[in-house]
């Protein structure tokens, strides 16, 4: 990532050489923190008969009335000119009429300040503060009519690093003021901050003693700002460079101490004296950056203002003049079942992190719909903290929603109304709670149980108590597993067989649901241990199973890998300790073979074990990819052939190794690495074809056999036809291809080049060097159909997808004509 400060340092120079008189040397200033309060300079603006402080508004409109107003003290002994200067492109000087000199000391401009409107046309407002030295307003105004490009950058630097700023702020603040103590609660509430301003935090600072966890947080901040899509699409360059170049580049707190700030924009690093005329005074320019708090810009000043030769000029910018970008929020779990009359309802949401760190965003409501009525507006509050909204439930009763409703959450971003993620709400009434089939007999005296109960009041449950058949309570661990399923602990180490009542409580309600359970004494029964010949992992079936510690089958010795409960009996994995050597023992199919199991009392009893035909195990010989011929070229070129293109067609030559043949039966499945997605080959369905009796060829058609919502690594394993299941081996990573138009570039001496085209959020990275030294990462959430590239030394691009980001593919790409 190029460093900002170079970069602005570069355009100050371009300032420089065009206005420094021969023989004059620069006046570069060191890099230092943003700890000097500026100058108090207050801003509002109307829009549509509509007022809102400076601090709401992201983004300014032509015909905007500005009203502006240098609140500088009584006692202040120099005289200040400020100027408002709107800006229109790199390669369009403004006007002069663009430009409006006020004096800052005039009685009627301290009391009242001044109305501005944005003219049209205009895409940048910049404010300067200049001592007044007469001449200050021409000078000010040849220099940015003379180099606009390099105002219009600094503008949109200053006002994407004030943005990156306010989420840092609001995220060291938060660690800071957060009296927490417990370490797993502070590392959680830290976590949901860091998801909801995009923080990236040291997970070893939680690894510290409580006392120094605060302090871990909240020093070496210059790389803690994440990339944040919505703010970089509010901010659009209009000179070489990608606007992911504005990012990360935040200030360092070496001290826990708010105040003092390491350097943090680069155009405010280095200053460049301008040197007019005869009659102009010679100045320097130093960045203010602004943290808006209602009509207060807030700046803050990295450099002390000089009073003598060079002259400072304060440099503001304001929001830019762009159409607004409503914040992107989302639900973190859309199926997620929240209820209404929890006390503090928290609906997580993410993806806009200014709507958690700014005013920008406000007016926040929940929109519930009732059974009767328009529905009702509840308050809800963005709390990074709690890693979502906080929604004051207090207006609602429980009449007014019947089963399920939806809430959509509403704002304001600036001026404008817009509608934010939608959430799943249910009422707490009394209802039916049925227990899980499979966990009808699994309350066995002795040991922990889990039983799943099922209800759509589930999402409403505050607590869950076991009442035993002399009264005792005892409270219960319990989570909400599914939308309509309750996942309950339940401890029987001590208890003894008979009746169990189980106590739910539901938010808001003094109703308690119980629940007639009945525990058994189950004692232990070994009933076989069965595994594949050539396998080094089998199953042991009986009761009682948990007190298993091992198993040994002649001088193999496995242990215990799980343990499941499955037609109303104990089912236990068991793994080989010493895998090599199980593999190479060769069990023989249908051998008989007594296994003697170890308990944790010390007992060891026998058990019959029952060796079955090794499972089936095939390899793969070839595998070639296969364009689909109907459709047209594509740009981008997959050479690899472990990566499967999603339109494309998979070819591959299968060989058996157990058993000796394929048998007409045998199928493949073909399957997702989370196994959501599956599909089954067979010769029935045209998909295999034997070459002979032990080699199969097989086609994959991921289109049209896994539709189009699959993507990522797939797996293969063959299923004999007596239904047995070999291993699972990986087969491809199945990749989403981006169609690509072409690149543009424009003239100049700096070219600018868009690679044009259609679903380019399925880039990763794009470069023009083959080792991605000159790269440029696509965002989350990225809907252009342009994207801005370096300029490429060819026709030649190399692209990370999206979907296999750890290989690199080309593209040959046509350079496209600059329309005139």
């Known amino acids: 990532m190029i460093n900002l400060a170079h970069r602005l340092r570069d355009i100050f120079v371009g300032i420089g050489i065009a206005f420094i008189l021969s023989g004059s040397p620069f006046l570069w200033a060191d890099a230092a923190p943003f700890d000097l309060i500026g100058p108090k300079v207050e801003v509002h603006v109307q829009r549509d008969g509509h007022t809102l402080p400076i601090a709401e508004v992201p983004n300014l409109q032509a015909k905007d009335r500005l009203w502006i107003h240098p609140d500088l003290p009584d006692s202040q002994s120099v005289h200040y000119e400020m100027v408002v200067a709107f800006l229109r492109g790199a390669t369009n000087p403004p006007p002069d009429s663009w430009f409006t000199r006020v004096e800052s000391w005039n009685k009627q401009v301290r009391e009242e300040g001044i109305f501005i409107t944005v003219p049209e046309g205009a895409e940048e407002v910049i404010v300067f503060l200049a001592p007044e030295t007469g001449g200050a307003f021409s000078s000010l105004r040849n220099a940015v009519r003379g180099k606009p490009g390099a105002f219009v950058r600094a503008a949109q630097d200053l006002d994407q690093a004030s943005l990156d700023r306010q989420r840092l702020e609001k995220y060291l603040d938060s660690v800071r003021e957060s009296t927490i103590t417990d370490p797993e609660k502070m590392k959680a509430h830290t976590t949901l901050l860091a998801r909801s301003l995009s923080i990236r935090i040291e997970q070893q600072c939680f690894d510290k003693p409580t006392a120094q966890q605060v302090p871990c947080l909240t020093q070496n901040t210059d790389q803690l700002v994440l990339d944040d899509a919505h703010s970089q699409n509010m901010v659009t360059s209009l000179t070489t460079g990608s606007p992911t170049d504005l990012l990360a580049q935040v200030s360092a707190t070496p001290t826990a101490r708010g105040g003092y700030y390491s350097a943090y924009v680069g155009a405010i690093v280095d200053v460049v004296r301008i040197l007019g005329s005869a009659h102009t005074a010679q100045y320097q320019y130093i960045p203010a950056l602004s943290l808006p708090k209602q009509d207060d810009l807030n700046l803050r000043l990295n450099s002390p203002p000089s009073f003598r030769n060079p002259k400072s000029v304060i440099v503001i910018a304001l929001p830019l003049v762009r159409t607004a970008a409503v914040p992107p929020l989302r639900a973190i779990d859309a199926a997620q079942v929240f209820c209404i009359d929890a006390p503090s309802l928290v609906l997580p949401a993410d993806g806009a992190p200014l709507a958690f760190a700014t ?270 011929p109907l459709a047209p070229p594509s740009q981008v070129r997959v050479e690899n052939q472990d990566e499967l293109p999603q339109d494309a067609r998979l070819n591959f030559f299968l060989k058996t190794q157990v058993p000796e043949n394929f048998s007409f039966n045998d199928k493949i499945e073909v399957a997702t690495a989370d196994e959501s997605f599956r599909v089954m080959l067979s010769e029935k369905d045209g998909n295999l074809m034997p070459q002979d009796s032990k080699t199969m060829f097989a086609v994959l058609d991921p289109m049209k056999l896994l539709g189009p919502s699959v993507f990522g690594p797939l797996k293969f394993r063959p299923i004999a036809a007596d239904g047995a299941e070999g291993d699972w081996q990986p087969l491809a990573t199945l990749v989403r291809i981006p169609v690509l138009a072409g690149v543009r570039c424009a003239a100049g001496e700096e070219k600018q080049c868009m690679l044009s085209g259609d679903r380019l959020f399925l880039i990763d990275a794009v470069s023009t060097e083959p080792d991605f030294s000159n790269s440029v990462t696509v965002p989350d959430g990225f809907v252009e159909a342009e994207l801005r590239i370096p300029s490429p030394k060819g026709t030649t691009l190399y692209i990370k997808l999206r979907d296999d980001p750890a290989m690199v593919v080309t593209a040959t790409v046509p350079m496209l004509s600059t329309p005139q």
Request: net charge negative; hydrophobic share 35%.
């Open 359 to 628: 005013a920008l965003a406000h007016d926040f409501v929940l929109h519930v719909e009732t059974k009767s009525g328009p529905g009702i507006d509840l308050p809800a509050v963005p709390d990074p903290g709690k890693g979502g909204f906080v929604i004051d439930t207090k207006a609602m009763q429980p009449v007014e929603v019947e089963g399920e409703a939806e809430g959509i959450v509403h704002g304001t971003w600036g001026f404008r109304p817009f509608e934010g993620p939608h959430f799943r709400l249910r009422s707490s009434t009394s209802s039916q709670w049925i227990v899980a089939s499979k966990d009808a007999s699994a309350l066995i005296v002795g040991r922990e149980d889990t039983l799943h109960l099922q209800s759509p009041g589930a999402c409403c449950v505050g607590g869950v108590a076991l009442r035993d058949e002399q009264g005792k309570i005892t409270d219960a661990t319990w989570k909400v597993a599914k939308p309509d399923e309750l996942e309950v602990k339940v401890p029987l180490q001590t208890a003894t067989a008979g009746t169990l009542t189980m106590l739910i409580h539901k938010l808001g309600s003094r109703h308690t649901d119980e629940i007639p359970l009945h525990t058994y004494a189950e004692a232990g029964r070994l009933d076989a241990f069965t595994i594949h010949a050539g396998d080094a992992e089998g199953v042991l079936q009986g009761t009682r199973l948990d007190q298993v510690i091992a198993l040994d089958l002649n001088d193999m010795r496995f242990v215990p890998h799980g343990l499941s409960r499955n037609n109303q009996q104990d089912e236990l994995k068991l793994i080989c300790s010493d895998r090599d050597k199980c593999v190479a023992h060769r069990l023989q199919a249908d051998e008989s073979i007594r296994a003697r199991v170890t308990l944790k009392d010390g007992r060891s009893l026998d058990v019959n074990s029952l060796i079955e035909a090794p499972r089936p195990r095939v390899a793969v010989l070839s595998k070639s990819v296969q364009p689909d």
